[in-house]
């Protein structure tokens, strides 16, 4: 059983020991600083003191013994005793190669400057300071050793403490492992929960469509969906894109609506395939109804202008939008498809804003003199190569669609007020 955090103590005793040593090494070197100073002003004193006599004249002899009387002071690294002129008399000192702290003073006689003392003394170095230091630097790598033995008697735990301990973390190792145990558990349910409900709505959509009223007679099928080629719809949350898609169910029954009553259809005769999600949305039509073709083309200009109006709107707003696209399609026999299977994979085929057509040349007879068609780009199928794109519009629808347009508008901001 260790103590808790030896690592960092340790650490903690390393700098302090260190800081410690720092601190003696510049206390030390202030101190001898100081002796020094007083030690170089009191020699070069005495020393002017006593060669005054042999300065004038100068007796070099004199001079050259008193030099190497003083240099026998193991502080002095070199004397040097000048004329008035500057001219060396005599020198002494054993290591006169020795750098340290110069002291110059003038040897005046009656006023008179009659020669010049100039005395080296020794400084020493960091090494020579911690040599004559070492056992302050001992001492001190002892205490702090002590302090290491004492910090792991003391801190470390007792057998009770050691045991409790872990206790401690087996049971929030186990707390973890169940919270865990359970969380995946959870997210096992929720996964299943969503595939349950999908298959569920799945078989809702099909039994629909096997039970719609004119299954058996020839349909017309609307199909829009999101043009997403950045796949935003995966990264935003549901409590976005579920009020966006009903948003878009309600233009939809809106445009629906409208257009019902003005081609004077019932609203029994159009039927709801699939409402707006991901995926987009689905309503058919019988197509032998008089004016299918037309109403249906209708709703699908409408929602386009009102999609457009919603993107631009949300993008100034900067919220979550998509542009949309859409196709009108019949049964294809050739390739086995219903009208909403043909028009879901037409759309496919399509960018943002465009519309395309696929249904019988006899029914195009209804909207040729309104709509201009072209026929689709590329063709690689019988889906594709029957397929026209919406152009444009006369004069007239498109008086009428923006008349649609206009009216839901205010009703939505009416409702909204």
Known sequence: MNAPRQGLFASLLIVSF????????????????????????????????????????????????????????????????????????????????????VFVRDALQNEKKVGIIEITLIEPSIGEILRTQWIAILCSLIFHALLWLAYRAIARPSRTEYLARINNESRLKFEIQTLTQALEQEKHNAALTIAQAQQAAQNKAKAQEEKAPVSEKPTLSLNIQYYDPKQLLDSVNKTVSVPYFNLCQIFLNKATELCLQHYKLNSSDIWTLHKFDEKGASISICSEKPNALACLTMISSVFQLLSEVLYKRYREEKRFVLQTRSAIACPIEEMQLSSSQAAERLVQQLVAKESALHVPNTLLKEIADHFELISMPNPTNVLTRHAFVFNGMDAATAELAQTFRTEILKSKQSKAS
């Open 18 to 101: 260190a800081f410690h040593t720092f601190l003696l090494v510049l206390a030390t070197t202030h101190q001898l600083n100081e002796n020094r100073a007083s030690q170089g002003q009191l020699i070069t004193s005495q020393l002017v003191t006593d060669s005054l006599t042999e300065l004038e004249p100068a007796n070099r002899v004199s001079l050259a013994l008193l030099a190497n009387r003083y240099a026998t002071n193991p502080s002095v690294a070199s004397i040097r005793i000048l004329d008035a002129n500057a001219q060396v008399l005599a020198t002494g000192g054993l290591t006169k190669t020795r750098e340290g702290e």
